[in-house]
């Protein structure tokens, strides 16, 4: 009896990794998160730090400290950049798959979203969190 309840209980404690279909993005529409997200990977296959961190990154994330920039750059940058092509599903096309996201759907007036991403290289898909800057959506916290 205790199986069942633990695999119910999992179910509603770990949305994300609950069992969603899988969207293959493509050409995002502008201004999407997922559009956020296929700049990312850009400037990442590119190797394009201060594109991200001057236009995709949010003061939240970025901004924060005077040696921001060289740690974000040390840490988060060189294990984005070793990854980043196993986050393509088709590298010619530039395609990226999401599992899913929290919420699961963007509704009007939402301001914060987590896209999860699968990876080639990965166990499990991998937490992008997106925020509205001015309207505009960045990198508010970002694991690939």
Same mark, same amino acid.
């Given at each position: 009896?205790?199986?069942?309840?633990?695999?119910?209980?999992? %179910?509603?404690?770990?949305?994300?990794?609950?069992?969603?279909? *899988?969207?293959?993005?493509?050409?995002?529409?502008? !201004?999407?998160?997922?559009? +956020?997200?296929?700049?990312?990977? &850009?400037? *990442?296959?590119?190797?394009?730090?201060? !594109?991200?961190?001057?236009?995709?990154?949010? /003061?939240?994330?970025?901004?924060?400290? /005077?040696?921001?920039?060289?740690?974000?750059?040390?840490?988060? %940058?060189?294990?984005? =950049?070793?990854?980043?092509?196993?986050?393509? =599903?088709?590298? *010619?096309?530039?395609?990226?798959? +999401?599992?899913?996201?929290?919420? /699961?759907?963007? &509704?009007? *007036?939402?301001?914060?979203?987590?896209?999860?991403?699968?990876?080639?290289? #990965?166990?499990?898909?991998?937490?992008? +969190?997106? #925020?509205?800057?001015? !309207?505009? %959506?960045? +990198?508010?916290?970002?694991?690939?």
């Amino acid at each position: 009896m205790r199986t069942p309840l633990l695999l119910l209980a999992s %179910w509603f404690l770990l949305p994300s990794l609950a069992l969603a279909e *899988g969207r293959v993005i493509t050409s995002p529409a502008k !201004g999407t998160p997922e559009e +956020v997200v296929a700049r990312l990977l &850009e400037a *990442g296959t590119s190797d394009d730090f201060d !594109g991200f961190y001057d236009k995709l990154c949010h /003061p939240d994330y970025c901004h924060q400290i /005077p040696t921001d920039r060289k740690d974000k750059k040390v840490y988060m %940058w060189t294990r984005f =950049t070793k990854f980043v092509a196993s986050y393509y =599903t088709n590298a *010619g096309a530039r395609s990226f798959e +999401v599992t899913s996201t929290q919420p /699961p759907t963007l &509704e009007a *007036g939402t301001d914060e979203i987590k896209l999860f991403l699968k990876s080639s290289k #990965r166990d499990m898909p991998v937490p992008v +969190v997106l #925020r509205k800057d001015k !309207g505009e %959506w960045k +990198v508010a916290n970002c694991s690939l």
